[in-house]
Each structure stands twice: as structure tokens, then as C-alpha cells.
């Protein structure tokens, strides 16, 4: 019965379970046990217009979101790719100090106690790292 109102099956039912949660809880407001059948179409057939009265979203604003994501993800894997080739050019040393600086986030101090050597080494070693990545990087 559904199927008269909806545009798809999808719609019929939706539109049909609502009516039936609807009667259910409205199950106290039926009068007359013989005429349940026009009860219930009649809830089916409100339930129908409060569906298509509704506000719907517009499915095209949300393409144009989803594909500006796609494209952001693919520039991020290429920028991770070229950061990933940069990091290549570094040596042992210099991929080990940035990690500790970047990805363990520890100051100069931190990372002058872990390695057990000056700070002012820390501090000129991470500067030249970062300059030959910046370097690598922009080529």
C-alpha cells in the first residue's frame, strides 16, 4: 500500500515502517477493532505526506563535498610521497634527529640527554638537517 505513495522502494519503506511505529503507539485511539484496515491506511496515507513534506537535503551539495575530499586526500599522498623522497636525501643521523624532534615531539635538551651529546650539537645538527630537507623537499 506503501508503494502508491513512494517514488522507490527505499521511500515505500520508510514511509511504512513510520506508519506502523506511528499506529503502534497510536494504538490506544483506535475505536472500532472492524475498521483497523482504514485506520491504519489512513496513517499510512499522513505518514506519506508528512515524508514528502519534509526538507530533504539537495544530494548534489553533498557531491561537491565528497569530491573536494578526494582530491585533498590525493594531494596529501602526494605531499607525503615527496616528503617521504626528501627525508631519503638525509643521512642516518639527520633522519634520527628529526624523528626524536618530530615524531617523538622531544625538545633539544631531551634529545641531547637521549643521544648523550651537547646541546649546541643537537642544535646545529637539527639546523643543518632541516635546511638539506627544506632543500630536498622543494626540488
Known sequence: M?????RNAGEAEEIAQEALLRAWRRRSTLRDASSRKSWLAAILRNEAFRY??????????????????????????VER????AALEVLSERERA????????????PAIARRLGIPEGTVKVQLHRARVK???AYAS
Open 52 to 77: 514528502y513534506s519534509r526538507p530533504r537535503p539537495d544530494p548534489t551539495d553533498l557531491a561537491e563535498v565528497f569530491e573536494g575530499s578526494e582530491d585533498a586526500m590525493v594531494v596529501s599522498t
Open 81 to 84: 610521497f615527496d616528503l617521504q
Open 2 to 6: 506503501a508503494y502508491r505513495y513512494a
Open 97 to 108: 634527529l628529526i624523528a626524536l624532534r618530530y615524531e617523538e615531539d622531544l625538545t633539544q
Open 133 to 135: 630537507l627544506r632543500r
